[in-house]
C-alpha cells in the first residue's frame, strides 16, 4: 500500500514562515525518481509548485522561486518544503505527490497523462494573513 501524508501546516501573518513535512509509506523514496509539491486555493485550479529528483536536480515554479526549498531524507522516508517570506497569495492546500514513472518538473505538472499516473497525498492547510 503507497501513501503520502503532510503536516506542518497552519496559520501565520505576511512575512512568516512554516515548513511542510510529507511522510512515504510503501515505497523507499531514494528509488524514486521524482517528488514535489502542488497547491490549490479556493476556486483555482491546482499547481505544482516545486519538486526534487532522485539525481538532485530541483525544479521550482517562478511564483515561490526564492522563497521555497524543497529537500529530501532518504533515512526518513521523507519530503520537506520550507517556506519563507510568505504571502497571502500563498493561502492554499499543499500537496505532496510522486509520479508513477520517470517524469519531472514542468514536464510532470503540465502534463495531464502523467498527472493521472501520480500518487497524492490528502493535503495540509496553509494560510497567510494580511
Known amino acids: 500500500q503507497v501513501g503520502l501524508v503532510e503536516s506542518g501546516g497552519g496559520s501565520v501573518q505576511d512575512g512568516g514562515s512554516l515548513r511542510l513535512s510529507c511522510a512515504a509509506s510503501?515505497?523507499?523514496?531514494?528509488?524514486?525518481?521524482?517528488m514535489g509539491w502542488f497547491r490549490q486555493a479556493p476556486g483555482k485550479e491546482r499547481e505544482g509548485i516545486a519538486s526534487i529528483q532522485r539525481d538532485g536536480n530541483i525544479t521550482y515554479v517562478d511564483s515561490v522561486k526564492d522563497r521555497f526549498t524543497i529537500s529530501k531524507d532518504n533515512a526518513k522516508n521523507a519530503l520537506y518544503l520550507e517556506m519563507n517570506f510568505l504571502k497571502p497569495e500563498d493561502t492554499a492546500t499543499y500537496i505532496c505527490a510522486a509520479p508513477q514513472f520517470p517524469v519531472c518538473g514542468e514536464s510532470w505538472w503540465t502534463n495531464e497523462r502523467w498527472l493521472q499516473l501520480t500518487t497524492w497525498g490528502l493535503g495540509t492547510q496553509v494560510t497567510v494573513s494580511s
Open positions: 510503501g515505497f523507499p523514496t531514494s528509488e524514486t525518481h521524482c
